[in-house]
């Protein structure tokens, strides 16, 4: 691989899984740097981190996921990687499909993979609120973008270098996955989706709660309806 690549790995309160989940990156990807963003954790998520050899970034306090990865990109875009792969600490995403996101930057000529649970038929299930609100979502980005999603919610990503440099500058702050898509259409980026396998988490529950999912489908319509309608930062250089 020629390319300078970093696995961006946002945590909040992961410390039984993160050690785990970085051996399982440097087994997989011997070529890429890995980075934690801890988001305000009150556990040791840092110190194991750091002992597993990962670089890391601290908030001081927990801000979201959206905070989280943006801080990845800002550190990726000044310390000039040339690809970004967005993973989950808690062990959901298998390290060892980075290397197939990575790869489909180039197949697909695109700046943004998105990983999809939903393009084959994998033992994956979601609650139904939740699966609701994905075929909501990706229905309503495939006519956005114009191009077909079926798992809009995903946050297994990679990005290229035109991505990176996008979303250092803006990124959505609550609950970003669906949303960042928007945002990065209308700034002229390339978005695909690929076949992936997502594990069930191996600690902890997720942030989002069955009467939360409802909640957080209306507010991610909202804010896509916003998006649609305010000026986007800047587009990409050609």
Known sequence: MDKKVLIILPAYNEEKSVGMVIDHIKKHILYADILVV?????????????????????????????????????????????????????????????????????????DIIVGSRFLKKYSYKSSIPRRIGIVLFSRLLSSIIRT???????????????????????????????????????????????????????????SIGFLGSFYYTLKVFLAIIIDLFEEVPYRKES
Do not use: W
């Open 38 to 110: 801890n988001d305000g954790s009150t556990d040791t998520t840092s110190s194991v981190a750091q002992d597993k050899g990962a670089f890391v970034v601290d908030l001081l306090f927990n801000l979201g996921i959206g905070a989280a990865m943006q801080t990845g990109f800002m550190f990726a875009y000044q310390q000039g990687y040339d690809v970004a792969v967005q993973c989950d600490a808690d062990g959901q995403h298998p390290p060892y499909l980075i290397k197939y996101l990575i790869d489909h930057l180039a197949e697909e000529n695109a």
């Open 148 to 206: 077909k999603l079926t798992d809009a919610t995903c946050g297994f990503r990679a990005l290229n270098k035109r991505a990176i440099r996008y979303f250092s500058e803006y990124y959505p702050c609550d609950y970003p996955e669906v949303e960042a898509l928007v945002l990065a259409h209308r700034a002229g980026l390339k978005i695909r989706e690929v076949p992936v396998k997502i594990y069930r988490r191996k600690q902890g529950i997720s």
